[in-house]
């Protein structure tokens, strides 16, 4: 008994187990229904939203029964392919797309310059810093009337508004990015005997490029309100209006369902460059790179 006190393992018979592959054990895994497999598209998903936002707003209309002040989803609709097909809406879609690419690759060339001097020099800093604390909170609509006096009537005061719509988000959230890179990554740089703009190009801009795409997303929703509403007031494009004269044009004609596919191509167009184009741009870069779930 005091042997079997002091070793608990005596008596026992031993037990000599084989080793097993891995792969003979397999993978366990529960197959996906065909619900789940159709839900964890985020394009379905989308489109799923989008269809029950249209229903609303078909029963809506249909529920207070005034064209005159809420068309219904089908009637716009109508108007949004007679618009495309057969009228002047694709090419006043055009036109406003076409002054917008002017302002936003202005205002990105002139945010680049102002941040890449902002993170090279203390001057440059300080100068980024008083700018924006001066102009940032300034509305560019508001610049609008003083434009017209300077560039006149034409393409030329709306690209100065849009350029300071986009200038302040993407230098502002550049600029933040910038200075949320480790020291780690930075030390690595210096290391390498990068500097001046050789070590923004290859260790800063990666390392903030989540930051970079937020600022260039939202410069482009500034841009393109702020393009709708200066059109919306005075035309512009040297006597061919955009989107934003379309819609004031149709108000005035009182075709509002007109002017609602108007507002719906600006709402197709935002939804384009955001779920076709930045999508393209994050899942190549930032996803592919593993700095984004």
């Keep these: 008994m005091a042997d079997l006190d002091a070793n608990?393992?005596?008596g026992r018979a031993e037990r000599y187990l084989e080793p097993v592959a891995d792969e003979a054990f397999g993978v366990v895994q529960k197959p996906l229904s065909a619900w789940e497999r159709l839900y964890n598209i985020g394009a379905l998903r989308k489109l799923f939203l989008l269809a029950l936002l249209a229903l609303a707003w078909e029963l809506y209309a249909r529920s207070i029964n005034n064209p005159l002040l809420f068309p219904t989803f089908g009637a716009t609709v109508g108007a949004l392919y007679d618009g495309l097909v057969h009228g002047t809406l694709l090419l006043k879609a055009w036109t406003s797309i076409r002054v917008l690419l002017v302002g936003y690759a202005a205002g990105i060339t002139l945010a680049a310059l102002l941040t890449v001097l902002a993170i090279t020099?203390?001057?440059?800093?300080d100068l980024l810093e008083?700018?924006?604390s001066m102009f940032n909170p300034l509305p560019a609509i508001?610049?609008?009337p003083l434009a017209l006096i300077w560039f006149g009537?034409?393409?030329g005061s709306v690209v100065f508004v849009l350029i300071h719509s986009v200038l302040w988000a993407v230098a502002l959230n550049t600029h933040s990015g910038f200075l949320s890179v480790s020291m780690t990554l930075r030390m690595v740089g210096r290391n390498y005997g990068l500097s001046g703009f050789g070590y923004v190009r290859r260790i800063l801009i990666p390392a903030a490029f989540p930051s970079?795409?937020?600022?260039l997303k939202i410069g482009w929703a500034f841009a393109w309100r702020t393009l709708i509403a200066a059109e919306l007031v005075f035309g512009v494009s040297s006597g061919s209006g955009g989107l934003g004269w379309f819609i004031y044009e149709n108000k005035n004609l009182l075709e509002i369902p007109n002017v609602f596919a108007g507002l719906f191509t600006v709402i197709l167009i935002g939804l384009l460059v955001e779920?076709?184009?930045f999508r393209t741009v994050e899942i190549h870069t930032i996803r592919k790179w593993g700095m984004q779930h």
């Design 8 to 10: 608990p393992t005596a």
């Design 121 to 125: 020099t203390r001057l440059g800093t």
């Design 130 to 132: 008083t700018l924006t």
């Design 142 to 144: 508001a610049l609008l």
């Design 153 to 155: 009537l034409g393409e």
């Design 212 to 215: 970079i795409l937020t600022g």
């Design 275 to 277: 779920n076709v184009i």
